[in-house]
């Protein structure tokens, strides 16, 4: 079945540096891909996403760009601050396999930057 | 506009014991969903609801776990008897369509944290 693998955490950084987590999936057919974030205390939020194949999802500074031939979609971006301080989970809709709007998650990265 | 509410968000009960949670979902929004997760563990889909009538509850758990959104709107999610590994928070997302090949966002509200001891 369709699945998605996502790098394990914690990642720790310091404020400004480069940040990449990985993602890779697994679908039957052409799913949609996302990342959402959740910030401690709070409800999970849709950070981006990408519908097809090359498409770039950005938000906040965040990028992600779906990549088929690798079925990679890894997240990044550029000068991490303080408060991006989350966990992140990559994941994935399939309308082939999956339908009806259902989402899969992976197991989320914890990220923590420090000043 | 009001975000999805849910309640409780904290819950300890023991084992054995039945526990219920409830959602409402964003105004107007048809599908609605609940995800458990488990600490470490994404979110996996428990049911999946359009309108009041289900679409996918192919991953509860249904001699424990039981669901119902009777009128449309809110839903509450039951288990009886609890057992130690469905300490998770479970959550409920909406969405305003769930049907389709083009994704609808769902809608997280902040959880109710499960503790069974």
């Known amino acids: 079945g369709d699945s998605v693998t996502q790098m394990e955490g914690p990642v720790t950084l310091s404020e400004e540096a480069f940040l990449t987590i990985n993602c890779t999936y697994t679908?039957?057919?052409?799913?949609?891909l996302f990342w959402y974030v959740q910030y401690p205390g709070e409800g999970l939020q849709l950070l981006l996403k990408?519908?097809?194949?090359?498409d770039k999802g950005s938000n906040k500074g965040f990028e992600a760009t779906y990549r088929k031939e690798t079925t990679s979609f890894h997240l990044e971006k550029g000068s991490v601050q303080v408060s991006d301080s989350a966990v992140y989970f990559c994941?994935?809709?399939?309308?082939?396999?999956?339908?009806?709007?259902?989402?899969?998650f992976g197991a989320g990265t914890r990220l923590a930057v420090h000043p | 506009e009001a975000g999805v509410a849910q309640s409780p968000r904290y819950k300890i009960i023991e084992k054995r014991q039945s526990v219920a949670f409830w959602c409402n979902p964003i105004?107007?929004?048809?599908?609605l969903y609940w995800y458990q997760q488990i600490l470490g563990q994404g979110p996996k889909l428990l049911i999946q609801f359009q309108n009041n009538g289900v679409v996918d509850d192919s991953q509860l758990p249904k001699d424990r776990f039981s669901a119902e959104r009777l009128k449309g709107v809110d839903s509450t999610l039951k288990i009886q008897p609890a057992k130690l590994e469905d300490s998770a928070v479970y959550l409920c997302?909406?969405?305003?369509?769930?049907?389709?090949?083009?994704?609808?966002?769902?809608?997280f509200g902040p959880g109710t944290r499960l503790t069974v001891l």
């Open positions: 994941a994935l809709s399939d309308p082939v396999s999956g339908g009806y709007n259902k989402l899969i």
């Open positions: 997302a909406s969405s305003s369509r769930g049907a389709g090949a083009n994704y609808n966002e769902q809608f």
């Open positions: 105004s107007g929004h048809a599908t």
């Open positions: 679908a039957t057919g052409y799913p949609s």
């Open positions: 990408a519908t097809k194949a090359d």
